[in-house]
T-cell receptor
Framework: DTGVSQDPRHKITKRGQNVTFRCDPI?????LYWYRQTLGQGPEFLTY????????KSRLLSDRFSAERPKGSFSTLEIQRTEQGDSAMYLC?????????????FGPGTRLTVL | TQLLEQSPQFLSIQEGENLTVYCNSSSVFSSLQWYRQEPGEGPVLLVTVVTGGEVKKLKRLTFQFGDARKDSSLHITAAQPGDTGLYLCAGYTGTASKLTFGTGTRLQVTL
């Protein structure tokens, strides 16, 4: 399977705990994006990387959220001191810039439930 | 403010019927993508449209990008139960690198 993969697929945690999600993009893609999707809504942009550089962060990304892409390949998204409002689907996407239309391909997502 | 409005929000039809989903904005998009998403899964890309007035066909699905690149439509002919899902339009505005998603249209096709 050469698509975008995310791990874990589901995470249940208690309020106040820290969680970390991983995303492995399509191997030749240089851009990696994180989005959050709540029930019944379209995904909302959180942040993106070009190679290892984090180029943009949304105002949705509070100081409890941090994302890294240390070697320009996989990325991690960490949420510290989780709150019930963090419950959502966290989606990762990747794209190849310079190939034309910068089409983003999405992974299956990580469903986070904060109790 | 939602940049991309989709209509209708919900659509329940019977197998064999035709339908059209609309994606409208007051902003100009450099490209627009349509995705379908099933429960518990990530969005799956259906098509990317780039040129104003462009029409693309994917089997029973026809996608159109408005001449002014502010709107798009998705038409499904002879819908099947396998078409059931959440349809999302998403686009890039200006030099932005992030996708702005529409509000989504949830389609249910019954036998």
């Amino acid at each position: 399977d050469t698509g975008v993969s995310q791990d874990p697929r589901h995470k249940i945690t208690k309020r106040g705990q820290n969680v970390t999600f991983r995303c492995d993009p399509i191997s030749e893609h240089n851009r990696l994006y994180w989005y959050r999707q709540t029930l019944g809504q379209g995904p909302e942009f959180l942040t993106y990387f070009q190679n290892e550089a984090q180029l943009e962060k949304s105002r949705l990304l509070s100081d409890r959220f941090s994302a890294e892409r240390p070697k320009g390949s996989f990325s991690t998204l960490e949420i510290q001191r989780t709150e019930q409002g963090d419950s959502a689907m966290y989606l990762c996407a990747s794209s190849l810039v310079g190939g034309g239309t910068d089409t983003q391909y999405f992974g299956p997502g990580t469903r986070l439930t904060v109790l | 403010t939602q940049l991309l409005e989709q209509s209708p929000q919900f659509l329940s039809i019977q197998e064999g019927e035709n339908l059209t989903v609309y994606c409208n904005s007051s902003s100009v998009f450099s490209s627009l993508q349509w995705y379908r998403q099933e429960p518990g899964e990530g969005p799956v890309l259906l098509v990317t449209v780039v040129t104003g007035g462009e029409v693309k066909k994917l089997k029973r699905l026809t996608f159109q990008f408005g001449d002014a690149r502010k709107d798009s439509s998705l038409h499904i002919t002879a819908a099947q139960p396998g078409d059931t899902g959440l349809y999302l339009c998403a686009g890039y505005t200006g030099t932005a690198s992030k996708l702005t998603f529409g509000t989504g249209t949830r389609l249910q096709v019954t036998l």
